[in-house]
């Protein structure tokens, strides 16, 4: 199994490396970069440009969307860290806007006082993405259906699922509070003003969890097995159903919470967003040092995948006109530079002359 960094290696708590070496890691090497993106808008743009950069409405928006992308981009890291993909996870955050908004809509319309509506749609909502992740995980590994084709033929339906529930119109739901306090609502603690986003101490609290699971259990060391060689995982006795179940349910669970963010976000169902999501996600995970081929990655390392790729979308809103149309531009060159960076860190003689 190759070796990996951060806070998700497989055989137990990661060996303390120095700063330097550390800087040498696919997460050091984000980190990096983070600081030379923010070094360049610095003097690029002057001290108007950063102001404005780095000024708190930027920052907050920035903080809200890193950590959007983060919660549902950790669930594809686990998929990825078993050597499968999920592409439905843009096409399920629109879903569940969509859904979550109908719901709610239609008990509080029929006299449910809203804060039950808004609950009951939550929970429905919550369950549902679960139980796709579990379908996902019974096609896959009951019917030796690769991955690639189920979870695209899933990004191919929810997409229609949530045109069709309101005929492609989105759906306010500025009336139902918890749900906008949870896309656009700030908190504070101690002696910190309410600045810090919602969205933020949700994703921080996700990862987290997930990251001691893959470090501190024993299903995070099956995840890590299961992708680095199923084969052999099997033969030792490992449930590689169990883990399929756990990493697609997780995923598409986290996509539904992502979705619900969203919704709160823009207080609207929306059936036509969270188009490319999915690559994004993916692109954070690779960035952060996931293989595609399974067994390698880092909670920690796609966080700040996430991060960067935010970053420099947001960057290019102050540099180019027209930004909207690059960012498919930039992710997918981004992707493609993080996917050729991990493979020559791989075939580095330093690495192979250290049996990595």
Not at 165 to 173: D, G, S
Not at 302 to 326: D, M, Q, R
């Amino acid at each position: 199994m190759a070796k990996t960094t951060g806070i998700s290696r497989p055989g137990g708590p990661a060996p303390r490396l120095s700063p330097l070496r550390w800087l040498g890691t696919a997460e050091g090497s984000v980190v990096i970069v983070l600081a030379a993106l923010w070094l360049y808008m610095a003097v690029s743009g002057g001290s108007a440009g950063m102001a404005q950069f780095a000024g708190g409405y930027n920052l907050a928006n920035l903080a809200r969307s890193i950590s959007l992308q983060s919660i549902f981009a950790v669930g594809v890291l686990l998929v990825i860290l078993t050597g499968g993909i999920d592409l439905s996870l843009g096409s399920l955050i629109a879903f569940v806007g969509m859904l979550l908004a109908v719901i709610m809509t239609r008990l509080a319309d029929s006299g449910t006082p809203v804060h039950q509506a808004t609950l009951i749609g939550i929970g429905a909502v919550l369950f549902f993405s679960l139980g796709l992740g579990l379908v996902h995980a019974v096609l896959i590994h009951h019917l030796r259906l690769p991955s690639f084709v189920v979870t695209l033929a899933s990004m191919s339906i929810l997409r229609s699922g949530a045109q069709l529930l309101n005929n492609a119109v989105p759906i306010p739901i500025e009336r139902f509070q918890l749900v906008s306090w949870l896309g656009n609502g700030k908190v504070g603690f101690l002696l910190v003003p309410p600045v810090i986003p919602v969205a933020l101490v949700v994703m921080l609290a996700l990862a987290g969890a997930v990251a001691l699971v893959l470090a501190r259990t024993q299903v995070g060391r099956a995840v890590f097995a299961v992708g680095s060689n199923e084969e052999a995982a099997r033969l030792s006795g490992l449930n590689v159903f169990r883990v399929r179940a756990f990493v697609y349910g997780a995923c598409s669970l986290l996509g539904g919470i992502a979705g619900i963010f969203y919704a709160g976000y823009g207080n609207q169902g929306d059936p036509s967003g969270g188009i490319m999501f999915e690559l994004n996600a993916i692109s954070a995970a690779v960035i952060g040092g996931a293989a595609l081929t399974g067994g390698r990655g880092s909670v920690l390392g796609t966080v700040l995948g996430a991060t960067l790729l935010e970053s420099i979308l947001s960057a290019i809103n102050f540099k180019l006109s027209n930004p909207t149309l690059w960012r498919g531009t930039v992710v997918g060159t981004v992707l493609l530079l993080a996917v050729v960076l991990n493979q020559l860190r791989l075939l580095s003689p330093f690495r192979r002359r250290a049996g990595a």
